[in-house]
């Protein structure tokens, strides 16, 4: 069993994010790795560990602190880590992104077979969520989106997923790519071990050029979508504090229908 | 800023290496997911809760400081951290941590045999066998020199008789590390350590109830009453008191960290509540009296964390001697408890409940303060050191 997990190095949401020309502006100490993907990573160590063997190689399309997500995936139990990181990437959207990581699965696919493809559901900082569906596209691979449950038997991968008010269990036959929602497991909180095994793991950096990759498809220059403007939201409005004297239920009630929440 | 670098007063976080805080942050998390939820019913309930040691051993919190046997090898500092972060949750939690890794795990590394090493450390270490240590009995706590448990060869077999009180975990331990006297070669008794299987016939260990402290973990009362060993059940190495106290200094050292994460926990919850507690129109947080409590507060939590860490580093180094364990212990402890019963005064009546955190370190923090060395022998250390005088008795 082989699986690839894609991982992206993003802010901190915790932290103050800062805007220039449009793009985040990302200081190394505060990034981390996205929050979601850790599920996608946590997916796809249980199943390599059901299968008794098999690896998992962590890949991500960034700049050089996107080291800082692979070291997450080590930490949990990677096996393989791989930047993929080029000055000619920068300013990629999500088909340069999906480009990217197609050419390096590839890549990843003519060493030695690779099994599945596993994303988490979304990028914290994006919100775009169609990666993986763009990256089955360029593979010419079954995707499956979203989800809750994961089932691995006889070649396939048999989904549960849940949007409103259905449930839906979909199958598709390997070579698939896979995403997870945040619902799907806890991921592992990582041991000691392997913290310290991390700090000194080493990763591959692949560059634009190791892949392949023509300029017009990745970076500004293939950029399909251009990001007109991005700027911090303005912090929220003061707390509004209604003393019970009994009709706290009706302010309560005012307040929500005042601000289209019911 | 988050509350954790507001209270971070003098930025000891940049004092930490990059895998120091990784290793503290995953502490954190397993507090925030496996303890904090359940811990006001577990101490209300006293229940100590074993079904999340596995998950500490799935960390390497168990023995994390020892080398090999499946143990996690980790610094002082991290093992420091580490402590800090389980006891933010609840003391009776780091207890447990401390009780297996510091006292049972180390007295076996340190005294035990290689094959006492190899057949009991990789258990303990997965948190499959449950260790314990009996040293303290019901008339000797700070003087276990005058212990009464004594310990015959005959017929190729050692026979214990005696009691041991405030043994954590052992009515749970699967193996009890006992500390009796028996004769040495000069015919003069000596204080040696026993491994002793606790489904031997004679041990029988009952939980001291009820009890106001350390409500999530377990203390007990232990009886020997002509318990059977093997002649090789005797821990070979450190004869005469030095053995049990290696393990105490190294529990002492983990308490020097721990307390502070009961103070930190103290002051943060304080902290929170000040700012939404409204009394006479304004936040609690918005009076002079207030500010001054939680300043005096961050203030003492931070100078104790900066103390920790310079230990921590020390003892990395091996220049941590006897008398700094002993400031730390009793800095950590004196502080700790000041702060968690300065942050219930924050809480109002509502600090009484166990919906908030302080006043259950605080009762937490009463034996703390006391085990491993009251406030009382620690002093006498210190006093000690500086005068050249042991003034014990």
Redesign the interface.
């Known amino acids: 069993m082989r699986i690839v997990v894609t991982v992206k190095y993003v802010p901190d949401i915790?932290s103050d994010r800062g805007f220039q020309d449009c793009r985040v502006v990302r200081t190394p100490a505060e990034g981390t790795i996205n929050e979601l993907d850790e599920n996608a990573i946590e997916a796809a160590l249980q199943l390599v560990e059901a299968a008794g063997e098999g690896e998992v190689v962590a890949v991500s399309v960034a700049g050089p602190d996107g080291a800082v997500a692979l070291r997450k995936a080590f930490?949990m139990g990677a096996h393989r880590g791989v930047l993929v990181s080029d000055d000619a990437l920068a300013g990629s959207d999500y088909f340069g992104t999906a480009a990217a990581l197609a050419a390096t699965v590839e890549r990843l696919n003519a060493d030695a077979p690779v099994d599945l493809v596993i994303t988490g559901m979304a990028a914290l900082d994006g919100l775009g969520s169609v990666v993986p569906t763009l990256l089955a596209a360029h593979l010419g691979w079954p995707a499956l989106n979203l989800a809750k449950k994961v089932a691995l038997a006889d070649g396939a991968v048999t989904i549960t997923r849940e949007a409103d008010d259905v449930t839906e269990e979909l199958s598709a036959r390997l070579p698939l790519v896979l995403s997870v929602a945040d619902t799907a497991n806890k991921p592992r909180?990582?041991?000691?071990?392997l913290?310290?095994a991390a700090?000194t793991k080493e990763y591959e950096t692949w560059s634009a050029a190791d892949l392949a990759l023509k300029p017009d498809a990745v970076g500004q220059a293939g950029a399909r979508t251009e990001t007109l403007s991005a700027a911090p939201r303005p912090p929220r409005d003061e707390v509004e504090?209604v003393t019970d004297k009994g009709e706290g239920g009706k302010a309560l009630a005012a307040f929500l229908i005042r601000n289209d929440l019911v | 800023m988050?509350t954790a670098a507001l209270t971070d007063l003098f930025d000891v976080e940049s004092e930490l290496a990059?895998?120091e805080r990784?290793?503290r942050d995953?502490v954190r998390?397993?507090v925030d997911v496996e303890i904090r939820p359940h811990i006001a019913r577990w101490f209300a309930d006293a229940y100590f809760p074993r079904e999340i040691v596995p998950a500490m051993a799935?960390?390497?919190?168990l023995g994390?400081h020892l080398e090999g046997y499946g143990c996690?090898g980790?610094s002082a500092v991290?093992y420091g951290l580490a402590m800090q972060e389980i006891e933010a949750g609840d003391s009776g939690l780091r207890t447990f941590v401390s009780v297996q890794g510091s006292l049972a795990m180390t007295a076996i590394a340190k005294n035990g045999s290689e094959e006492q090493r190899q057949r009991w450390l990789p258990g303990m270490a997965a948190g499959e066998i449950i260790g314990c240590f009996g040293l303290t009995e019901p008339t000797a706590g700070s003087d276990p020199g005058t212990m009464a448990t004594t310990a015959v060869l005959t017929g190729g077999e050692w026979v214990l008789n005696g009691a041991k009180r405030w043994i954590g975990l052992a009515s749970i331990a699967d193996v009890a590390v006992i500390w009796a006297k028996a004769l040495s070669d000069d015919g003069t008794p000596q204080v040696r350590g026993f491994l002793v299987p606790t489904a031997t016939p004679g041990f029988t260990a009952t939980p001291i109830e009820p009890k106001l402290s350390m409500r999530a973990s377990i203390q007990c009362d232990i009886e020997l009453t002509d318990v059977r060993l093997p002649e090789d059940a005797i821990l070979p190495h450190n004869p005469g008191l030095r053995g049990p106290f290696a393990c105490l200094n190294e529990a002492r050292y983990g308490i020097v960290w721990g307390a502070l994460g009961a103070a930190r926990d103290s002051l943060e919850a304080a902290l929170a509540y000040s700012a939404e507690r409204?009394q006479f129109g304004k936040p609690l947080a918005a009076y002079q009296l207030t500010q001054e409590k939680l300043a005096n507060m961050a203030l003492a939590v931070a100078q104790a964390q900066l103390v920790a860490l310079r230990l921590g580093r020390l003892k990395d180094e091996g220049r941590l001697d006897r008398h700094m364990i002993s400031a730390g212990k009793l800095n950590s402890c004196r502080v700790a408890i000041e702060v968690a019963r300065q942050a219930r005064t924050i809480l109002g009546g509502n600090g009484i409940t166990l919906d908030h955190s302080p006043l259950r370190h605080a009762n937490n923090l009463e034996s703390v303060r006391t085990y491993e060395g009251t406030d009382e022998v620690h002093t006498l250390v210190l006093g000690q050191h500086l005068t050249g005088i042991a003034a014990f008795r």
């Not at chain 1, 909180?189 to 071990?193: A, E």
């Not at chain 2, 799935?58 to 919190?61: A, E």
């Open positions: 915790a930490q909180l990582p041991n000691f071990k913290i310290m700090r504090l | 988050s990059p895998h990784e290793t995953t998390a397993f799935g960390l390497g919190l994390m996690a980790r991290e409204l």
